[in-house]
Structure formats: C-alpha cells, structure tokens
C-alpha cells in the first residue's frame, strides 16, 4: 500500500473522462418509473425471509443557508417549523417499511445526511431518534456504525453531547475549504475555530471517527490557498478525508449558476491542488482508500481494504456492503438485494404520498444477471484495484475471456498505457491507474455507450 498511487500526468490527461461514481451499479441515471411500491414490499419480503442486516439512511433535506456548490437535494428556508410536516409524513414512511421487515433484523449502519440534520431541533432529533428504535432494531451497545452529517455552523458542544446520547458515534464534518475569499464566493462561511470545536467535542465525547470534507476546483481556489487548508485539516487529525472534484454543472443545479465560472481554477490548477494534496496527505500517514477518499491505516476502511473486505454503496465506501439499505425521506435511495428504488425528489409529492398512506417510490430498477455480474466485477476493482475472473466464473458460472471478449481490445490498450496489468487470470489496476479506476471501471458499464456524459462529473 506505501506506492499506492503513482502520478502520471500523461496518463490522466487522457483518461480523465467523465463517468460514473459507481456507488451502484447500475447508476441511479439509469432507474426508471416502472419501478414502484409493489416492488418495494416484495424486496422487503425477501430481505424479512433471509433476516438480512439493515443500513438505514435518512435524508433530512433543510438547510438555513445556499451553498452555491451544492447539488444535494435540499430546501433552503430559515423557518425551522417547516420540519415539523416533514417529520410527521418521515414517521409515517418508518412505520409503513418497517412493517415489513422483521424486529430480530439489526440495523448495523444508520446514516443521516442531506441538507443539514442539525437543522432539527434537539426535540425533533429526539422523538425521530426514537421513532427509528421503536420501529427498527436499533443496536444498544455502541456497536453499529451510525454516522451523521455536521454543519460546523449548525452545532455545538450541547448538540453533540446530544447527538451521542441519542447513539451516533461517527460523524462526518463538511469544511469544504478555509480560505475566506473561496467561502464568500460559495456562501459558506465557516472559520476553523467553529469547525476545530465540533472536533473537540467529537473527541472528547468519544465519537469513534472523524470524517472531513474538503472540495477542490471551487472559485478563487489556486493550488496555495488549498495546500494551505490541506496543512490545516491535517493538524485536526481526522480519521478519515474525502476530498471531491468539484464539478461546475450549471445547466443541472441552479445553485451553481450564482458561481462567476470566470473564477473557476484551471483544469491543470486542478490537477496541481489534487496532486499536492495527495502528496501532503501521504507524507501525513493517510492511505489513499480509492475515488476520493483517504484514511489512517488504522481506519475500519484502510483495514478492510487490505483484508479484501472493503464494500461500497450508495454512501460510499462502507464495511456494511452486505446489509440492505433503507433510504427514508424525500429523495432518498433503497438497495434490497437486486432492487434499487428511490423515493421522490419533490418535497410536497413525497409529504402528499404519505399522506394518503402510500409510499413515496418514484423510480427505481431491478437488477438482471447481467447487471449482477457486472456490479461484482465493478466493485471489486473500485475496491481493491484487482479483479480474479476465477472467483467471478465461480460466482456466476461464466467463462470471463469469452462473457467479455469484446472489452478486451481496450483492457489490452489500458495494459498497454500503463493502467492496469492484465493476463488471462487476473486485471490489477497498477499505482498510475488508481486514480482513474473510474476509467477502468466504465469499461464494463453496459449502459454507459447509450448515456449522456453530460450527467457525470469528470474522473478528477
């Protein structure tokens, strides 16, 4: 793991294309509206027969303030009383899947995001908190991952004295950058003392882990003012660091439009703000995970991915791959077994489908063969950077050469540039190609020939 990745400028000019995350696979851009309720409660049956883990994910959409770089699915309001319905119609939704699962399943991994969790008052997170363990098996012993995204801006030592009370033990901080000529020019400011206190807090209240987000490629970054931010997010000592290729798209989140794109760095000052950072973060200790992420080599994360474990899902990067997801809340995504389906992204359809004791599926998709062949192969590289096809011909009783034989003259090419390794058992992605696993990844992606690019962010 110590030549984990190797910078290749050459090579990630070329192969810095836009693509996919591969939090699924399928991708999200590919569900459609044939998929709805029904399909939800036969999956849910499913998971109850098995008695399959649970990872809870609720979406809590509010925040108080716009972020111009944000295309979360959020409501910008100031007045905190438009949780109140929301939450009612979230009780709701909890008690109708709930319902249809078993108590003896154990929620293993429970996340809240969104918009800003901490937009709910100390009550509100309360009763929900409450909700949640009344109508799903909440573990008791500290045991689970149950995670929870922080605003800095929207908390305090009270609300994170709170926040373990009520069970979370991670935590999952967005800073983005400090540089304040950078924060003005996103809406976002946030000095390093309020962030610094929100860590203090998490530590001394023993918290199990400390994520931290940073962008780069936001306005009025240069490669000084990050490397500057990067210096200082390494003195906080987080666990774990996600550092995200802002990628400017207009057209799609009407936020962004309020962005001068004339203060955007350039693509090769880009490249320079990934590389110091990679650099600065390595000669601080941090393993670079994959797509982004980086942790301490005593991190859950850098320790399942040298034990061949490490999964990945709709939050990222996760040790709980093989638990069933449970998105609630508008917008939110389910993973039951081969279903995938999501909930509206309107806030008054979801409320109004609640309120008439429906679910609020919108779209979704069920996986074939095909697809669950090809979600093994994607995970195993963008987890591991290596693919055995003896253990994909054992799991799915294929020949690799011959179920793939078309791929091959561009896995060979990939070969050639110095990307991966590839011989008859085995594809080994190579230190140059991690950062552009992406890239190797899309290679088996059946959908993406037919999909607008547009869609996606670049590789970096």
Not at 241 to 265: C, G, K, T, W
Request: aromatic fraction near 8%; include cysteine; charge should be negative.
């Amino acid at each position: 793991m110590l030549d984990a990745i190797r910078w290749d400028t050459d090579l990630i000019r070329r192969y810095d294309l836009a693509g996919p995350r591969y939090t699924s696979y399928p991708t999200a851009v590919q569900f459609d509206s044939q998929v709805g309720t029904f399909d939800l409660f036969h999956a849910l049956r499913d998971s109850r027969k098995a008695l399959r883990p649970l990872s809870l994910y609720v979406h809590v959409p509010f925040c108080a303030n716009i972020c111009y770089y944000c295309a979360c699915n959020k409501v910008i309001t100031k007045d905190r009383g438009r949780a109140l319905p929301y939450l009612q119609r979230l009780e709701q939704e909890i008690q109708l899947i709930a319902c249809h699962l078993d108590p003896m399943q154990k929620v293993e991994q429970l996340h809240f995001g969104g918009g800003t969790p901490t937009f709910l008052s100390h009550d509100e997170l309360r009763q929900l908190m409450a909700r949640l363990r009344k109508h799903f098996n909440l573990l008791d012993d500290d045991s689970g991952d149950y995670g929870i995204e922080i605003d800095p801006r929207e908390a305090d030592w009270s609300t994170m004295g709170l926040l373990r009370e009520l069970g979370f033990n991670r935590v999952s901080i967005g800073l983005q950058d400090l540089d304040p000529a950078v924060q003005r020019a996103v809406n976002r400011l946030q000095s390093l003392e309020e962030t610094r206190a929100v860590i203090d807090a998490a530590r001394t209240l023993q918290y199990r882990s400390i994520n931290i987000d940073l962008i780069y490629g936001l306005p009025k970054q240069t490669p000084e003012n990050f490397a500057r931010t990067v210096d200082e997010v390494i003195n906080l000592q987080p666990d774990r660091l996600s550092v995200f290729n802002y990628a400017h798209l207009p057209e799609r989140f009407m936020p962004q439009r309020r962005i001068n794109s004339n203060d955007l760095p350039e693509p090769a000052q880009k490249l320079e703000m990934l590389q110091r950072t990679i650099e600065q973060l390595t000669a601080a200790g941090y393993r670079y995970i994959g797509m982004d992420h980086f942790a301490l080599p005593d991190d859950e994360l850098a320790i399942a991915q040298e034990e061949s474990t490490l999964q990945r899902n709709f939050q990222g990067y996760t040790t709980h791959g093989h638990c069933d997801l449970i998105g609630l809340g508008v917008s939110a995504i389910s993973q039951i077994g081969d279903l995938y389906c999501q909930n509206s992204n309107d806030l008054t359809q979801y409320q109004n489908a609640l309120a008439s004791a429906q679910l609020a599926t919108a779209r979704g998709l069920l996986c074939n063969a095909d697809d669950r062949l090809r979600r093994a192969v994607i995970q195993q590289l963008i987890c591991h950077f290596n693919l055995e096809f003896a253990e994909i011909e054992q799991a799915f009783n294929i020949d690799f050469r011959g179920y793939f034989g078309e791929l091959w003259p561009q896995l060979q090419d990939m070969a050639k540039d110095g990307l991966i390794e590839l011989d008859n058992e085995r594809i080994t992605v190579l230190p140059a190609g991690r950062l552009l696993v992406r890239s190797v990844c899309m290679v088996f992606d059946a959908y993406l020939e037919h999909t607008n690019r547009q869609r996606f962010s670049r590789v970096i």
